[in-house]
Structure formats: structure tokens, C-alpha cells
RNA sequence: GCGCUCAUAGCUCAGUUGGAUAGAGCAACUGCCUUCUAAGCAGUAGGUCGUAGGUUCGAGUCCUACUGGGCGCACCA
């Protein structure tokens, strides 16, 4: 609702300071002010529009003149919506509302409108674990951070595309393999016979394999024939890989439906060579002229990526070049993703072949992009061909990721290289565990490890926190509040709650954090049930949904209050006057439920999900302190309580809206 | 060595592309369940925003230097 009333402002006020002073303002910021008594809507132009007079004409206005200039000349233009425009402090220009009209408009109006930026398809690339373990709690903050991104763009109106990228031929699958093969002597049918959670097996056994190479570094030779074997995909040993790589992508994809995460896509690493998608891309970054080859020094033999001189310097240590081709005449995996990436917008003429390979509840199915053509489905729409790509992968990676973008930038045809610009890596940073954690997972630190503040998960160790436990966890602790709360619940519905509630435990505390904080895991955060958690915004609606329930039964349900309320309108606006020094309540409750589609806006701009966690909770929060304080139920003037109702419902709609954009789920009762 | 990133209340973190009086949760303390769910609400206490300069009407936010963390710079993936 402010999204474009804030969109207003600023093209009024960029023309209006157009016509009255002569300059053209690139940006025009206009807030939220920090209370009420200031406006709704504020902006500080005035400020800005005094130093560029001052600088383009010699002429020395006062900002405090120049705002009010532009409040008089701005308020005809803003009627429908504005009351009226007040100049303040030094120059600020502040917007006051027509309270009661907006918030009836608001009532039938959509959370939010269609506003997206990209003009085609986009493909959000996230989760992408290696497939040989479980995923831990890392890979859950990817997934969520993924997925919450990829319902942020939906919601804004851009049509998204998600893949999961299968690295089926890397050391992680092989060492996995090595230790099925060699250090348990099984054969593919004897793995193929192990029952149980197969991902939590070779999540054990991956990290006995690391111990088994340590113990004897001459074993690290089976490991290169093994990945040599995969590579070529010959042999008993490439079936195990496959095997395995299927049977854990599996276990990921049905770790992630928990969370209400799907895919549609799940490239997969071996295609992107046996289908030439890395030859062709070779060829084109050749004749580019992006890559050369090096005849001399210790890179002599390999082709490589030349880093920018004006950002990245070699020193003795460091080439700043990146290799792509190995001397012996192999692709690393930067060249692969290169490929991948010129595939994702379209910029090769190959594709993979298909296969339905997971089934979702909902009839969503995932296809597998592999390198053979097998079954008889097709999908029903062609993948890849996107006008952008967002990567959803660790802050580790910005550097791999920097040489990717430089080398699709450097083949895509002039037409296509704004899609490679608007293109961008969505860097994280990563979940770690506070020594507690680790202690609480059994593992024993060392008296230096104890001191720190975190410590890096490892699989390679098998020191992590997998996703699934968590979960595990947080339903069964989940489970014994309901069955306190809920007793008259069957046991089905009880258990449909706990695992709402576990979602939206875990998707709230992967997703309050902004990007670039470290999260240090701790159980004690993690499982908390109180205070800034998911369970806290379950709690909101749940009690709306109270509120709804009561009044049924006592025969007051209002379905329409704004139908009601059309014919009070001033009364309407008496309830949301300011009390002397003290901002209306209920106004402000209403302001900020109408600024959703303002902060859905920032995110989808920003790439950043915590936004919308810190406003879905901050909204919560503003319910809860109005439920408190206001008896609807009680309430016996009816108009009133059609007033009370409204503020419900508009909070209600933006709430379910903000929750539904993060995957969260609100059972009726908890 | 170079690059990126972070430093805000006892702890964990927000802080609207430079704006008005720096916020929240946890922990501590004080109240509130005959009431639409107390998984909650109201209140108290807690700050030289790492240090020193600079830019300007204005700096937690931008620039420089310094201090102290973290990550990256593999013929790994």
C-alpha cells in the first residue's frame, strides 16, 4: 500500500523541485519517520535540493525555505491521499495521511502489487550440497536462504526458476565411494541392500575415510583412481557413485520437503561434461580470447583466466590468475560452472536430458538434468534460457564466483550482457557452532578450541549439526507443549502442529540474521520458544484465529468490517487521532501493517530476506501489545468492534502475507 | 603480502540507499492469568556505536590510518 504512494511522493517531488528550481534529482530518499508525530511519510529533499543550488547556481536557500516551497507546491498533486504536508526541524517535509480513508482502501486492497524488475525468467540457484552425507545446519541456511529468496521474487511478480546443482563427480562422492568399496569391501548390490537413513550411514563413513587416508596417506591413491573411474563413468565403481549421489540427493530433497522446500531442477555436474556443454564453452571463452594458454612458469600448460590487475595483485605465493584447464588437459570446477552458467541464460545450444526424478506431495515434480536420455516424461516446460541467475553460495566462494561471472560476461553476445550484469552471486556467510554445541554433540575440544568463540563445522570430521536431528528435535519438543496446550487434539493433528511450529522455529533463526552474519549455533538459541522466534509469530495468528473462533461462536462474526465501517467514516477518523502528545495506537499499528509491500520491495531489491523476518516479528510484536490491550470480544459497540476487527484483519493479511513469503506455516491453534 | 568482511547494551543481533531522541530479543529485577491462548503483556536497569582524524547543514552509516577478529587468494570441488 505505501510501496506506491511512496512512489508518488518521489516523482512529485523530483518534478516539482524540477519546475521550481531548475535541477534534476537523481535520487530522492523519502522515509518512515521515527514517530508519529512527524508524518507518515517524510522526506529530507530539502536538504539536498540547498546543496546542489548552492553548487550549480552560487544561490545560498535555506533548506527550511526550500521545504516549504515544496510542501505548498507538493499538496495539490497528493490530495487523494495526503491530509497534509507540514515542514519540520530544519527541512524536513513531512506527509500526514487521511487515516481513516487509507485504512478502509487498505482493507480490499492486496497485500502487495506486481513490481518486478528483471522482465523474464530468473534462475535461483541454491542448496547445491555435495552428495555423499547428510546435510547439517550449513546447508539448511542455504536451502532456507534459497528458498525464502526465490518466494521473495515470486511475490513481487518475477517468474523464478530452481535449481539444485548436483555435484556428482567430485572427491566428496569418491570418498564416500572409496570407503563403501575399499574400506568395507561392498559391492554395489550390498550397498544397495542398507536400510535405515542411508545419508546419516555415509555421513559416519565419510568421516571414518578421512581418519582411514590420515592414518595412511598412500590410500589418497585410491581416491584419485576412484574419482579417475567416476570421471570416465566406467566401471563398478562409477554405478556406486551414482548410487550413492542419487540416493543422497534423495535423502536432501526429502530433508528439504520438511521445510516446505522444493526444486524444479537438479543439474547435474557429470552432464555438463559428457553433454560437451564444457567444450563448447572452452571454445567460445577461446575465440573471447578470455583465457590463454601459459607455455612457461609453474601454470605452464594450463589455460587460465587472467585476474583483474586493478583488484587482485600476485605476490610470491599467489598467482591472482585463475586455472580452468589442468595441465593434463582436464576442467576444473570453475571451467564447469563457467559452462553451467552460460547454459543457465541460454548461451549454449545444448541442454540436458530429463527425468522426473521427485515427487511432491503437491504434484510439483523435480527433474533431474543428467547426460543420458531415460523414461518417457519430458518436462513440461524447457529449463535454463534465463534473463538473469542468482546464486544462493557461501561467502567463501566470491572469489570462484567473481572468475565465473567475468568469464560468461566475457562470451555473452553484446545484446545479452546486461542479463550477466543484473546476474549476482547472493553470498552468506556461514553457520558455525559455539563450543557449547559441539560439547553438547559429544565431541571433545581442546582447552584452546573451548576459548573460541565458534568453531567451523566439518564433514570430513563428522562435526555438524545435521538437518534432520535438528528438526527431529524441535518437533518432539515441540510436540510435548501441544499436547500440554492442546490435549483434545487427536494425535495427528497434534503432530501437524509441532512440525508448524518446528518449521517455523528453524526457518525464523536461519533467517533473522542478515546475509553476511556468521551465525554461531547454539542449541539453547536455536530451540528457544520465546521472545524473537517463529514460535512467537505462530502465536500472533494463532491468536487472530482465537479472535475469529470466539466471536462465531457468540454469534458476532463480521466477515466485511470495511462494509460496515464505510458509513462511519468520521467516527473512524475520531478513533485514529492523535491523543494530544500521544500518537494514535491503532494508527500505528495500521501504518505499519501497510508498510509490507514496502519491505517485501527492499528485500526483493536487496536480496535480503532478514528484512522481512525483522518486520514480520516487529508487526507481531504491535499485535500483541493491541491484543492486550483491547477486548474485541467484549467490546459491545458494534461499530467499534468492526473498527478493532479491521485493524485485525489488516494486520491478519499482512502478517499471513510476510509469513508466507518467508515458508512458514500458521497452524489454527497451537 | 593482496583482496573481501566484521567491530553497536552483560550475551546474541537490528539499525530505512548519510537524517530527527541509537532499537529488539535473551539474561537480571518489579508487576499482570475468574478475561479472544501467560509460547503472552506492562515496566525498571543497562550505550564514549573498536581508536584517531576527515568529508558536511547532519555520521553508528561515507573516506583515510590504526587496533583486533573472520574468510578468501589450490593444476580441490
Known amino acids: 500500500m505505501l510501496y506506491l504512494l511512496r512512489e508518488n511522493i518521489r516523482s512529485a517531488i523530483r518534478a516539482t523541485v524540477e519546475r521550481r528550481f531548475g535541477l534534476m534529482l537523481p535520487e530522492v530518499a523519502v522515509e518512515f519517520p521515527p514517530h508519529a508525530a512527524l508524518g507518515d511519510l517524510a522526506t529530507p529533499a530539502a536538504f539536498e535540493v540547498s546543496k546542489r543550488l548552492k553548487a550549480a547556481?552560487?544561490?545560498?536557500?535555506s533548506p527550511r525555505d526550500i521545504a516549504l516551497a515544496l510542501a505548498a507546491d507538493l499538496h495539490p498533486e497528493l490530495t487523494k491521499n495526503v491530509d497534509r504536508i507540514e515542514v519540520a526541524g530544519a527541512g524536513y517535509v513531512n506527509c500526514f495521511l487521511r487515516r481513516a480513508e487509507t485504512l478502509l482502501a487498505a482493507l480490499d486492497a492486496p497485500a502487495v502489487v506486481s513490481m518486478p524488475r528483471f522482465g523474464g525468467k530468473v534462475i535461483v540457484e541454491h542448496t547445491s550440497v555435495n552428495p555423499n552425507k547428510a546435510a547439517h545446519i550449513g546447508h539448511l541456511r542455504n536451502a532456507i536462504l534459497g528458498d525464502t529468496l526465490v518466494r521473495i521474487l515470486r511475490a513481487v511478480g518475477e517468474t523464478v526458476e530452481v535449481?539444485?546443482?548436483?555435484?556428482?563427480?567430485?572427491?566428496?562422492?569418491?570418498?564416500?565411494?572409496?570407503?563403501?568399496?575399499?574400506?568395507?569391501?561392498?559391492s554395489l548390490a550390498d550397498v544397495?541392500?542398507?536400510?535405515?537413513?542411508?545419508?546419516?550411514?555415509?555421513?559416519?563413513?565419510?568421516?571414518r575415510v578421512g581418519a582411514w587416508y590420515a592414518a595412511d596417506e598412500s590410500r589418497l591413491q585410491l581416491r584419485a583412481e576412484t574419482l579417475h573411474a567416476i570421471e570416465r563413468h566406467e566401471g563398478a565403481l562409477a554405478a556406486l557413485a551414482e548410487h550413492v549421489a542419487e540416493r543422497i540427493v534423495t535423502c536432501h530433497l526429502a530433508t528439504m520437503q520438511r521445510l516446505g522446500i522444493q526444486y524444479d531442477v537438479l543439474p547435474c555436474e557429470s552432464a555438463v561434461l559428457r553433454l560437451n556443454f564444457w567444450s563448447d564453452a572452452f571454445e567460445r571463452l577461446k575465440a573471447a580470447?578470455?583465457?590463454?594458454?601459459?607455455?612457461?612458469?609453474?601454470?605452464?600448460?594450463?589455460?587460465?583466466m587472467r585476474a583483474d590487475p586493478e583488484t587482485t595483485a600476485a605476490d610470491d605465493e599467489h598467482d591472482a590468475d585463475k586455472i580452468l584447464v589442468r595441465s593434463n588437459g582436464t576442467v576444473n570446477y570453475t571451467g564447469k560452472d563457467i559452462a553451467y552458467h552460460l547454459w543457465k541464460l541460454g548461451l549454449l545450444d545444448r541442454d540436458f536430458h530429463y527425468r522426473a526424478f521427485y515427487r511432491y506431495p503437491d504434484g510439483h515434480t523435480a527433474w533431474?538434468?543428467?547426460?543420458?536420455?531415460?523414461?518417457?516424461?519430458?518436462?513440461?516446460?524447457?529449463?535454463?534460457?534465463g534473463v538473469a541467475y542468482l546464486n544462493v553460495i557461501d561467502v567463501g566462494q566470491s572469489y570462484a564466483q567473481a572468475f565465473v561471472k567475468r568469464g560468461v560476461?566475457?562470451?555473452?553476445?553484446?545484446?545479452?550482457?546486461?542479463?550477466?550484469?543484473?546476474?549476482?552471486?547472493?553470498?552468506?556467510e556461514k553457520v558455525a557452532l559455539t563450543p557449547s554445541s559441539c560439547l553438547e554433540l559429544g565431541f571433545t575440544l581442546s582447552d584452546e578450541d573451548r576459548r573460541r568463540p565458534f568453531i567451523s563445522m566439518s564433514g570430513r570430521k563428522g562435526l555438524g549439526v545435521k538437518a534432520n536431528d535438528l528438526l527431529d528435535r524441535l518437533e518432539k519438543r515441540a510436540l510435548a507443549q501441544v499436547q500440554a496446550h492442546q490435549p483434545a487434539l487427536s494425535k495427528a493433528e497434534q503432530q501437524s502442529i509441532a512440525h508448524k511450529v518446528a518449521v517455523a522455529a528453524v526457518r525464523y533463526f536461519l533467517l533473522k540474521f542478515a546475509r553476511t552474519t556468521l551465525i554461531a549455533f547454539d542449541f539453547t538459541e536455536a530451540m528457544a520458544e520465546q521472545g524473537e522466534t517463529g514460535v512467537y509469530l505462530l502465536y500472533s495468528l494463532v491468536r487472530i484465529a482465537g479472535i475469529r473462533r470466539k466471536l462465531r461462536e457468540a454469534g458476532l462474526e463480521c466477515s466485511a468490517p470495511a462494509a460496515v465501517l464505510r458509513d462511519y467514516l468520521?467516527?473512524?477518523?475520531?478513533?485514529?487521532?492523535?491523543?494530544?502528545?500521544?500518537?494514535?495506537e491503532f494508527w500505528a499499528l495500521a501504518v505499519l501493517a501497510l508498510r509490507y509491500d514496502v519491505v517485501l520491495a527492499e528485500a526483493a531489491e536487496t536480496l535480503e530476506p532478514s528484512v522481512i523476518a525483522k518486520y514480520a516479528f516487529q508487526l507481531a510484536q504491535a499485535f500483541s501489545a493491541f491484543y492486550n490491550r483491547h477486548n474485541i470480544r467484549h467490546e459491545s459497540d458494534e461499530v467499534r468492534r468492526a473498527f478493532l476487527l479491521a485493524l485485525v484483519s489488516l494486520v491478519e493479511s499482512r502478517l499471513l502475507a510476510a509469513l508466507n513469503v518467508l515458508g512458514i506455516d500458521a497452524p489454527e491453534r497451537m
Open 57 to 61: 547556481t552560487g544561490e545560498k536557500r
Open 163 to 186: 535449481h539444485n546443482y548436483i555435484d556428482d563427480t567430485g572427491v566428496q562422492v569418491a570418498d564416500v565411494v572409496v570407503g563403501f568399496a575399499y574400506m568395507e569391501g561392498k
Open 192 to 207: 544397495e541392500a542398507i536400510t535405515g537413513k542411508f545419508d546419516d550411514v555415509c555421513w559416519d563413513l565419510y568421516a
Open 289 to 304: 580470447g578470455a583465457i590463454t594458454y601459459e607455455t612457461e612458469g609453474r601454470q605452464a600448460g594450463c589455460w587460465v
Open 368 to 385: 533431474m538434468g543428467g547426460a543420458v536420455a531415460s523414461g518417457t516424461e519430458s518436462p513440461p516446460t524447457s529449463f535454463g534460457q
Open 409 to 428: 560476461l566475457a562470451v555473452a553476445p553484446p545484446a545479452r550482457r546486461s542479463s550477466v550484469a543484473v546476474s549476482a552471486h547472493v553470498a552468506y
Open 570 to 584: 468520521p467516527q473512524v477518523a475520531e478513533w485514529l487521532r492523535d491523543d494530544g502528545q500521544n500518537p494514535n
